[in-house]
């Protein structure tokens, strides 16, 4: 167990390290002079001020150098400064995290209870209603994000006017309200494949001697769906739950922008069009992290969830 | 497994199909109802997207100020937006480029990704250990985020847009490529290729990359709904086509600030032809990727 937990967070670490080279690295695949490209192609931009960008950014250093102190800033907490607001990009970064965090939980909890619970339903019905979840499930992971959002603030914000169209709300309830819809429209789309999994799951746990054993014991059907076969199948809707969790953090910049939220993604837009660099890349670096720590957590419990796998794990 | 068969056993006799027009004896195969309403959807969404020109009854930047947000009605099927243009001739005008850029750039995907997958394959070692590690640090990009990072240094526009996502998903091609290329590099054909002197290349090329092509353009198919969604992402975020483009996903973007004041259709419009077109195609591309056996990864 610990060589595997090892060399999962080496990986971790390498895919990191990468990621934020080619994260950095961008500005030199950029057409023409990096300062020029930092000042974000000002016509006003003097010689003393692409000078001072030129400073401020050591550009004339080694590649390497540069990258190791702008690497070595960001596990300090230093993120550079804004071309934009000329705020450290550390606060206006951490004055939107929270907006963000909450979107993505608040979605998680959303597809995790419906998408197990469509499963769940799909499984023990089957028949007729496993193809209506089907056919409905499958169709919303078919609409793009940005049409679903769309969709639902004209029908539920602005038609019925039950839910608030832009913003984030303060406070707990207000903030519950106000990201209803975007939480939704981040959620539709994932339900398609949560269904599946847990469908398959159980599916495969239904034909198990353990289920024979727990009916012939006299449990009720609910118990022996609620205990045997759904306890047994959760593993990888677990497994499957994580890793899409791990992806909402990139559908945030579509909602965000949808619904008018200022949180991580809806700045990301803002930085590229006002050509932001420092702010892009450390929003897209944060992005990266919280994707790849989320996965990287996944793999390392998926053994404590299921057993089973702590055995092939050793085999490795 | 596969000797010569001598003595083959007696094959019940097809029945006749009389529409038949195939070469091959294999009996006729029907195509569920649904896979035909797709089907011609998506046909009749090409066409009109070719004839476009010729059947839009508007300009589709005919701006007229007196029309602004129009209701449907004999003037204007679908209505107008915010400038009064004709939504109907808009859609259609936009069809065009919402359909040939994400075809585009599945192409420009596939070749490379077919190109590495298959090189990886093939040569092994470290070139598929390089191959394996680049495409991994592009998975480590969630989502449209590596586009994102290209279009944030290249600037936006449809071409970039076009050669970001292309790059962004060739490695999910060079992936599936290269997992089904070396399963059939094991096999026997390939090595009575190599002891004939048939170079390594001209093998790739000539003989592997074809026996693949039944997989590969089944899941190709299967991406496309994908591709397209994230096309139409891009424009909507602002990063892929630009105005006066009526690229559905800009469309929709401009039809956006309608909405708050109660004007559904300039967004709906545009938003309901993307849901369409991918609805359709991947109902017809799960039909046609099980006919020519995608293999799971």
Not at chain 1, 99 to 125: I, K, N, P, Q
Not at chain 1, 180 to 187: E, F, H, Q, R, V
Request: with cysteine; charged share 15%; glycine share 10%.
């Amino acid at each position: 167990m610990p060589a595997r937990a090892l060399r999962i967070t080496l990986g971790l670490l390498v895919t990191l390290l990468a990621a934020s080279f080619v994260i950095f690295g961008a500005i030199y695949a950029a057409p023409g002079d990096p300062a020029a490209f930092l000042v974000g192609g000002q016509e006003d931009a003097t010689p003393e001020k692409l000078a001072a960008v030129r400073a401020a950014y050591h550009l004339d250093d080694p590649l390497w150098v540069q990258y190791g102190d702008w690497i070595g800033g960001v596990l300090r907490g230093d993120l550079g400064r804004s071309m934009q607001y000329h705020d450290q990009v550390a606060d206006l970064v951490s004055s939107r995290v929270p907006t963000t965090l909450f979107l993505v939980g608040y979605s998680a909890v959303l597809f995790v209870v419906a998408g197990v619970a469509l499963g769940v339903l799909s499984a023990v019905r089957g028949g007729r209603v496993d193809s209506i979840v089907v056919a409905v499930t499958t169709l919303l992971a078919s609409i793009p994000k940005f049409v679903k959002a769309l969709a639902l603030v004209a029908f539920l914000g602005v038609q019925l006017g039950w839910f608030p169209v832009t913003g984030a709300g303060e406070g707990f309830g207000d903030r519950l309200h106000h990201l209803t819809l975007p939480a939704l429209s981040l959620a539709l789309g994932e339900l398609a494949v949560v269904s599946r999994v847990t469908r398959q799951s159980m599916l495969e746990q239904y034909a198990q001697d353990h289920v024979t054993v727990a009916r012939a014991a006299g449990l009720s059907e609910f118990k022996v769906i609620r205990r045997h076969v759904l306890r047994n199948a959760l593993a990888p809707v677990v497994t499957m739950c994580g890793l899409i969790i791990a992806s909402l953090f990139a559908g945030t910049v579509v909602v965000e922008t949808a619904f008018g939220i200022s949180g991580m993604g809806s700045l990301l837009v803002q930085a590229i069009n006002t050509h932001d660099f420092p702010v892009t890349q450390a929003v897209l670096l944060l992005m990266v992290l919280a994707y790849m720590l989320v996965t990287t957590f996944v793999d390392l419990v998926h053994p404590l969830i299921d057993p089973r796998v702590r055995l092939e794990g050793s085999a490795a | 497994m596969t000797l010569p068969q001598t003595a083959a056993p007696p094959v019940p006799p097809v029945p006749p199909v009389p529409m038949m027009s195939s070469k091959s004896a294999k009996p006729a195969r029907t195509w569920p109802i649904p896979f035909r309403i797709a089907a011609g959807f998506l046909l009749l969404t090409a066409t009109l997207a070719i004839l476009a020109p010729l059947v839009a009854p508007y300009e589709p930047d005919a701006i007229d100020l007196n029309a602004s947000l129009a209701l449907p009605d004999g003037a204007h099927v679908l209505g107008t937006d915010q400038s009064g243009r004709d939504l109907l001739s808009r859609v259609l005008h936009g069809a065009g480029p919402s359909l040939v850029a994400p075809l585009a750039l599945l192409a420009l995907a596939s070749v490379i990704g077919i190109a590495l997958g298959t090189l990886a394959a093939w040569h092994g070692g470290w070139v598929d250990a390089l191959v394996s590690r680049v495409t991994d640090v592009m998975f480590a990009f969630p989502g449209l985020l590596f586009v994102i990072l290209i279009v944030s240094v290249f600037g936006d526009g449809l071409t970039t847009a076009v050669i970001a996502l292309a790059l962004a998903y060739s490695p999910v091609v060079a992936k599936y490529t290269r997992s089904i290329a070396l399963a059939e590099r094991a096999k026997p054909y390939i090595d009575a290729y190599r002891v004939q002197g048939m170079g390594g290349f001209a093998i790739c090329a000539r003989r592997l990359v074809p026996n693949l092509a039944p997989s590969l353009i089944g899941y190709l198919v299967l991406m496309f709904g994908q591709v397209l969604m994230g096309m139409a992402t891009l424009s909507y975020l602002g990063f892929g086509a630009q105005p006066p483009s009526s690229e559905w996903g800009l469309m929709v973007k401009e039809g956006q600030a309608a909405l708050v004041q109660g004007a559904l259709w300039p967004a709906l419009v545009p938003g309901t032809a993307i849901a369409l077109v991918v609805v359709a195609f991947n109902v017809v591309g799960v039909r046609i990727s099980d006919r020519l056996g995608v293999r799971e990864r």
